[in-house]
């Protein structure tokens, strides 16, 4: 039986159970309490609490404003709703780049506050100390690399990223660095399919894709756009389930219909 099948509830050693046996792990994002039952009742292996939030739930249009504070209050939500998944909980912009003392304490922070299992920070060497330190607290950190939406601005476009042999060569000495401090996965985000391969093949810690190609060993996507919440957005890499955009907007024209028309309530809707 698959391990995803056997466990009740799933661990970071389950993860990597699961990449030793060549199994897939299966992640999407959550913001909410009623998102993340959902999910968590389809057998989804891992919730991260994206700082995506920003982008899907406060209609910013980078990652960047949103706070420590608002990110607790998702992570809060998702954790009262989940009996199975791991939650990983982002730490968003400005909570740990810089100053490893921060870093400590905005770990410390969403794991008491939230109930998260896990937290997830953007970068490789640069931010070493603060991963060392949130570490030694006894906290799992996922790693995330290739494109970095809290760094848009010094990248510039969130174009794919390590094309070039230099950049290449800086993330696979990254994941490294990631796997010898002891981060449990690392995600890559939009980076070559080969590149993102060869990582996998290095490491013995899960490997995580978006826009990564299919030789990593698991996926993640943002649950909007996966479901087609988000219409406009479309990249390449992303496999679109249902269309919801359209689907509730038909619904709720259905409705405004039935009120403007007094069909709604009926007899039977009423007391
Ligand atoms: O914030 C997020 O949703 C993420 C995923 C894109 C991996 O970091």
Redesign the pocket.
Known sequence: MSVHKQVKKVTTHVLHAMKHRGEKIAML?AYDFSMARILDAAGIDIL?V???ASNVMAGHET?LPITLDQMIYHAQSVVRAVDRALVVA?LPFGSYQGNSKRALDSAIRIMKESGAHAV?MEGGAEIEESIRRILSAGVPVMG?LGLM?QSIYKFGTYTVRAKEDEEAQKLIEDAMLLEKLGCFAI?L?KIPAELAKKVAEATKIPIIG?GAGPHVDGQ?L?THDMLGITKDFKPRFLRRYLELFDEMQNATKRYINDVKTKDFPNDREQY
């Open positions: 994002t991260l994206g700082d995506s990652t982002d997830k995330h939406p995600v985000e978006i993640v943002v």
